[in-house]
């Protein structure tokens, strides 16, 4: 079974392989044990480093956009400007405010960080075509093969809003407890369209296995071509979730200071950075898995397991690109919008989604799959012409401007 | 190693529990409640019901607990005006549901003891595909048990508008 | 109090408009297309802007053309000197000199400075200049007090402006 990823895969001579294999029975020996937490090593390293080098790329960006150049001292092209920052972290005074709640303020951080990290356990990276009964089906190189996978990424990130919820509770300052109430709540409100878009990939696909779903998707098409519209709003409620703008109610610094971090100093506040960076490293690799075919790029996936890393990587980099390109394009949505947003838009929308995906799985009509994404759109552009309609009088043209001096006093 | 792991994990999920009604504190109670849904979420696990478990985090530890937070934070409770407050006025309410409670239930697992089956051994579990899929779950919610869930749906249904009664002070 | 409502007319948000769609795909192709513009950031310590003539940087003493000092120790600029930055300790200048007075001590305190340009102007031998050195730093507060020796080292040789002691 290729998706129990030893070393052996890693293409390390024989010798190795077999210390790093399992028994022959099939039970686990030491050595395969050992293989398995270098694995997890490696790949909470990975996240690690990601998370450093995205708080570079979006300093270097974010100043791009802004004509700027950005930090480009540290290393070549600054790249070694995390390394800095963490530095500075580390040699920071941790300050402990008084006031705070003294046990949760510590926790706090690392109830945050925890799930973002662990969640990365059963995201497929890449994968190999083998034989199985007569076809080849793509199999997925994951740490743990997960029947569950996508119930479990999206149980394990709810857990994260604690950290933030928590902290904010914590602190025991205003602005603070502020954030931690908006990321509660936004994040009920955005959960539900979440779990909602991802349904009808899960009906479509057969599975909640991450690595069954890329199979299907390797088979058929990408799922971004049949559900585009459940790819919109599971992108658009990913960025809630992980706190970004336009949705970053929590950390909103133009009113809140800095939210829910406002009392968090050294490390701790390091640490929530680590976490918003590793949610949105989750976030990128779950809509890539989800709706872009994970590690398959038309056929480029068969020259090697290498390729299928690359093409992943290349995919989770472009999103994270897109996380920081909206966060210079859109301003934050206001909270009743954005509570708008959630339940009388995206809602509506996804729960039309699953009623019309299962129908057209249940009445056995492959043919409305490509019928469906035109059906889907006609849809949400109908919900959006009946809010106009309902709408339409405050926008109406206000009666012509009164003439100077006669203008009304209230 | 399964017994081992139960053990740990329903011994987490009981003092959790025990912790999280006796905390002064609404938040450190919350707090506790959810390290009971994990270790009972953990004992899923032990017992192979991967779903179940995925389900009972992402239901009840990810978003109605976020939803207790949030309220418990907007309440503002304090253990001082808890305190003051004093214990229930007419506990023999709360010991009458708790009664009843442990005579319906202790009823309903005594009726069931006695069906065959209940105890299902690894011969019958594969008979019967119990394999803690969520096709398994899907095929027997929807299947043997489906009046008992739209009841369920109803009951809920009820609870809600009821909320929305009594928060509304006058229904226009 | 009367409030003064001014109505404010609004264009109907179209049917493109209510979507969002549109303008966001137009928001992220601007930000999109600004990276690849040139930058107006500049690199400082290797690229520097022009300073113009009229730039009040730290004020300096100067030499006349034949490299003589030429503050006769006046002490106009320390009476003027808004912030009493400047102190001065005169002295008499043995025979053979061009003058008689200069000097003896002449600090400048580039904590207190404000950089006003009154010294320059109440100077009547235009002995003290505002220059256009705007780099000034200091490891210490000590540093930050310029001596006369530094103070004419930065400030060079002016050639123009009024020579009253040249052929003295």
Same mark, same amino acid.
């Given at each position: 079974?290729?998706?129990?990823?030893?070393?052996?895969?890693?293409?390390?001579?024989?010798?190795?392989?077999?210390?790093?294999?399992?028994?022959?029975?099939?039970?686990?020996? #030491?050595?395969?044990?050992?293989?398995?937490?270098?694995?997890?090593?490696?790949?909470?390293? @990975?996240?690690?480093?990601?998370?450093?080098?995205?708080?570079?790329?979006?300093?270097? @960006?974010?100043?791009?956009?802004?004509?700027?150049?950005?930090?480009?001292?540290?290393?070549?092209?600054?790249?070694?400007?995390?390394?800095?920052?963490?530095?500075?972290?580390?040699?920071?005074?941790?300050?402990?405010?008084?006031?705070?709640?003294?046990?949760?303020?510590?926790?706090?951080?690392?109830?945050?960080?925890?799930?973002?990290?662990?969640?990365?356990?059963?995201?497929?990276?890449?994968?190999?075509?083998?034989?199985?009964?007569?076809?080849?089906?793509?199999?997925?190189?994951?740490?743990?093969?997960?029947?569950?996978?996508?119930?479990?990424?999206?149980?394990?990130?709810?857990?994260?809003?604690?950290?933030?919820?928590?902290?904010?509770?914590?602190?025991?300052?205003?602005?603070?407890?502020?954030?931690?109430?908006?990321?509660?709540?936004?994040?009920?409100?955005?959960?539900?369209?979440?779990?909602?878009?991802?349904?009808?990939?899960?009906?479509?696909?057969?599975?909640?296995?991450?690595?069954?779903?890329?199979?299907?998707?390797?088979?058929?098409?990408?799922?971004?071509?049949?559900?585009?519209?459940?790819? #919109?709003? #599971?992108?658009?409620?990913?960025?809630?979730?992980?706190?970004?703008?336009?949705?970053?109610?929590?950390?909103?610094?133009?009113?809140?200071?800095?939210?829910?971090?406002?009392?968090?100093?050294?490390?701790?506040?390091?640490?929530?950075?680590?976490?918003?960076?590793?949610?949105?490293?989750?976030?990128?690799?779950? @809509?890539?898995?989800?709706?872009?075919?994970?590690?398959?790029?038309?056929?480029?996936?068969?020259?090697?397991?290498?390729?299928?890393?690359?093409?992943?990587?290349?995919?989770?980099?472009?999103?994270?690109?897109?996380?920081?390109?909206?966060?210079?394009?859109?301003?934050?949505?206001?909270?009743?919008?954005?509570?708008?947003?959630?339940?009388?838009?995206?809602?509506?929308?996804?729960?039309?989604?699953?009623?019309?995906?299962?129908?057209?799985?249940?009445?056995?009509?492959?043919?409305?799959?490509?019928?469906?994404?035109?059906?889907?759109?006609?849809?949400?552009? @109908?919900?959006?012409?009946?809010?106009?309609?309902?709408?339409?009088?405050?926008?109406?043209?206000?009666?012509?401007?009164?003439?100077?001096?006669?203008?009304?006093?209230? | 190693?399964?017994?081992?792991?139960?053990?740990?994990?329903?011994?987490?999920?009981?003092?959790?529990?025990?912790?999280?009604?006796?905390?002064?504190?609404?938040?450190?109670?919350?707090?506790?409640?959810?390290?009971?849904?994990?270790?009972?979420?953990?004992?899923?696990?032990?017992?192979?019901?991967?779903?179940?478990?995925?389900?009972?985090?992402?239901?009840?530890?990810?978003?109605? *607990?976020?939803?207790?937070?949030?309220?418990?934070?907007?309440?503002?409770?304090?253990?001082?005006?808890?305190?003051?407050?004093?214990?229930?006025? *007419?506990?023999?309410?709360?010991?009458?549901?708790?009664?009843?409670?442990?005579?319906?239930?202790?009823?309903?697992?005594?009726?069931?003891?006695?069906?065959?089956?209940?105890?299902?051994?690894?011969?019958?579990?594969?008979?019967?595909?119990?394999?803690?899929?969520?096709?398994?779950?899907?095929?027997?919610?929807?299947?043997?048990?489906?009046?008992?869930?739209?009841?369920?749906?109803?009951?809920?249904?009820?609870?809600?508008?009821?909320?929305?009664?009594?928060?509304?002070?006058?229904?226009? | 109090?009367?409030?003064?409502?001014?109505?404010?007319?609004?264009? %109907?948000?179209?049917?493109?408009?209510?979507?969002?769609?549109?303008?966001?795909? %137009?928001?992220?192709?601007?930000?999109?297309?600004?990276?690849?513009?040139?930058? =107006?950031?500049?690199?400082?310590?290797? +690229?520097?802007?022009?300073?113009?003539?009229?730039?009040?940087?730290?004020?300096?003493?100067?030499?006349?053309?034949?490299?003589?000092?030429?503050?006769?120790?006046?002490?106009?600029?320390?009476?003027?000197?808004?912030?009493?930055?400047?102190?001065?300790?005169?002295?008499?200048?043995?025979?053979?000199?061009? =003058?008689?007075?200069?000097?003896?001590?002449?600090?400048?305190?580039?904590?207190?400075?404000?950089?006003?340009?009154?010294?320059?102007?109440?100077?009547? +031998?235009?002995?003290?200049?505002?220059?256009?050195?705007?780099?000034?730093?200091?490891?210490?507060?000590?540093?930050?007090?310029?001596?006369?020796?530094?103070?004419?080292?930065?400030?060079? =040789?002016? +050639?123009?402006?009024?020579? %009253?002691?040249?052929?003295?």
């Amino acid at each position: 079974m290729m998706g129990v990823l030893g070393t052996a895969q890693l293409g390390m001579a024989p010798i190795v392989a077999h210390i790093f294999s399992k028994n022959d029975d099939g039970s686990a020996s #030491f050595g395969w044990v050992i293989g398995r937490i270098l694995v997890v090593l490696l790949m909470v390293h @990975v996240i690690l480093i990601l998370g450093a080098l995205m708080v570079w790329a979006e300093r270097r @960006v974010s100043a791009w956009m802004q004509d700027r150049i950005g930090p480009n001292r540290v290393g070549p092209q600054g790249l070694l400007q995390p390394l800095a920052d963490l530095g500075k972290f580390m040699f920071k005074e941790d300050v402990i405010p008084g006031h705070v709640n003294k046990v949760m303020y510590t926790i706090a951080p690392l109830i945050a960080t925890i799930p973002a990290l662990i969640t990365f356990a059963v995201v497929p990276f890449t994968g190999s075509y083998e034989t199985v009964g007569g076809e080849s089906v793509a199999v997925s190189w994951q740490i743990a093969d997960l029947n569950i996978g996508v119930l479990y990424i999206l149980a394990i990130a709810g857990i994260g809003v604690y950290g933030i919820a928590l902290g904010g509770w914590a602190s025991n300052s205003k602005y603070s407890l502020l954030g931690g109430v908006r990321a509660s709540a936004q994040m009920i409100s955005y959960e539900l369209s979440l779990g909602l878009a991802v349904v009808p990939v899960v009906l479509m696909a057969g599975s909640l296995n991450l690595g069954e779903i890329i199979a299907y998707q390797a088979e058929n098409t990408w799922l971004i071509f049949t559900q585009p519209l459940a790819f #919109f709003i #599971f992108l658009t409620a990913s960025y809630a979730e992980t706190n970004r703008l336009p949705f970053d109610m929590p950390e909103s610094e133009t009113e809140l200071v800095a939210g829910y971090h406002t009392e968090f100093s050294s490390m701790k506040f390091a640490l929530f950075f680590l976490a918003e960076y590793a949610n949105m490293t989750v976030a990128a690799a779950l @809509v890539t898995t989800l709706y872009l075919g994970g590690w398959t790029f038309f056929g480029l996936e068969t020259l090697g397991w290498g390729m299928g890393v690359l093409i992943f990587s290349l995919k989770v980099i472009f999103f994270l690109f897109a996380f920081i390109w909206v966060r210079w394009t859109i301003p934050r949505f206001r909270y009743d919008q954005l509570m708008n947003l959630g339940w009388v838009v995206f809602l509506p929308l996804t729960l039309i989604n699953v009623v019309l995906t299962a129908g057209a799985i249940a009445l056995d009509q492959t043919w409305m799959f490509f019928l469906l994404p035109v059906l889907l759109i006609a849809a949400a552009c @109908v919900a959006t012409w009946i809010g106009w309609k309902r709408d339409e009088d405050k926008f109406q043209p206000l009666p012509t401007a009164p003439a100077a001096g006669e203008e009304g006093h209230a | 190693m399964t017994t081992v792991l139960f053990i740990v994990f329903g011994g987490m999920a009981l003092v959790s529990a025990l912790l999280a009604v006796t905390r002064q504190n609404p938040i450190a109670s919350a707090i506790w409640l959810v390290g009971m849904f994990f270790g009972l979420a953990g004992v899923y696990v032990v017992l192979e019901a991967y779903f179940v478990a995925a389900v009972q985090v992402l239901v009840y530890a990810g978003a109605i *607990m976020v939803l207790f937070l949030f309220v418990i934070m907007l309440l503002d409770l304090r253990t001082k005006q808890l305190d003051e407050e004093g214990p229930p006025k *007419m506990p023999i309410w709360g010991v009458l549901a708790a009664v009843l409670f442990i005579v319906a239930s202790g009823w309903a697992l005594m009726d069931a003891v006695g069906t065959p089956g209940f105890f299902p051994d690894a011969e019958e579990r594969a008979a019967l595909e119990l394999d803690g899929s969520a096709k398994a779950i899907g095929a027997d919610l929807f299947g043997r048990w489906l009046l008992a869930f739209e009841v369920t749906s109803i009951l809920l249904l009820g609870g809600i508008l009821g909320a929305v009664i009594l928060t509304k002070r006058r229904l226009t | 109090m009367t409030v003064t409502v001014k109505p404010v007319r609004r264009r %109907k948000a179209s049917f493109l408009d209510r979507l969002y769609l549109p303008a966001i795909a %137009k928001g992220l192709s601007i930000t999109f297309m600004r990276m690849f513009k040139p930058k =107006v950031t500049m690199q400082f310590p290797e +690229e520097r802007w022009t300073v113009r003539d009229e730039y009040r940087g730290m004020p300096v003493l100067v030499s006349d053309d034949e490299g003589r000092p030429k503050c006769v120790a006046c002490s106009l600029c320390e009476f003027v000197c808004p912030p009493k930055a400047i102190f001065i300790v005169p002295d008499e200048l043995e025979a053979g000199n061009n =003058v008689e007075r200069g000097p003896a001590v002449f600090d400048l305190n580039m904590l207190r400075c404000i950089y006003c340009g009154l010294c320059e102007e109440a100077c009547p +031998e235009e002995a003290i200049f505002m220059s256009k050195n705007y780099l000034v730093w200091g490891a210490e507060r000590e540093d930050m007090i310029f001596h006369k020796d530094k103070l004419y080292e930065l400030g060079g =040789v002016r +050639e123009e402006g009024v020579k %009253k002691w040249k052929d003295k």
